[in-house]
């Protein structure tokens, strides 16, 4: 019972679901970023004029 091909299905798993939250966590900080970016270029549209 001591194969280690037991145990490939199960890291594959867990490297699949660590694969998953890496790209889900990424996606959303680069949305994070493009947002901050966006808000940053409306806010100098906003401000900048007013000063």
Do not use: H, W
């Not at 145990?7 to 947002?35: C, D, H, W």
């Not at 901050?36 to 409306?42: E, G, S, V």
Request: some cysteine; aromatic content about 18%; charged content about 20%.
């Amino acid at each position: 019972a001591e194969n280690p091909a037991d145990f490939r299905p199960l890291i594959e798993e867990y490297i699949n679901a660590v694969k998953g939250k890496i790209l889900t966590f990424s996606s959303l900080l680069y949305g994070g970023m493009q947002l901050l970016c966006y808000f940053d270029y409306f806010r100098s549209l906003v401000f900048l004029p007013c000063k």
